[in-house]
């Protein structure tokens, strides 16, 4: 059974960081492109950042600069460094393969202060 638990989100000020984990069992992990994605109130869930399994990036437009996505293929754990946090990336986010295919984690709350 895939599980997927996120962590490490918080309440930081404009300008702050936070580096998001992601704990993944039940699916050979190191096969999957993994990505997170975030969704912020009233929005749809929308992909932010994504790694293949040969560790290539990509970024959503609005994070590039800021957000770095890497993962641990012995830990079974994609994260997320997030710097320069502005109050529009407030969210809840998430981790899942790319596609989004598996069941959906608790999330964790990132919310940014002005």
């Known amino acids: 059974q895939v599980q997927l638990v996120e962590s490490g989100g918080g309440l930081v000020q404009a300008g702050g960081s936070l580096r998001l984990s992601c704990a993944a069992s039940?699916?050979?992990?190191?096969?999957?492109?993994m990505g997170w994605y975030r969704q912020a109130p009233g929005k749809q869930r929308e992909l932010v950042a994504s790694?293949?399994?040969?560790?290539?990036?990509n970024y959503e437009d609005s994070v590039k600069g800021r957000f770095t996505i890497s993962r641990d293929n012995a830990k079974n754990t994609v994260y997320l460094q997030m710097n320069n946090l502005k109050p529009e990336d407030t969210a809840v986010y998430y981790c899942?393969?790319?596609?989004?295919?598996?069941?959906w984690g608790q999330g964790t709350q990132v919310t940014v202060s002005s």
């Open positions: 899942n393969n790319v596609g989004g295919s598996f069941s």
């Open positions: 039940g699916f050979i992990f190191f096969m999957y492109g």
């Open positions: 790694i293949t399994n040969r560790l290539s990036t």
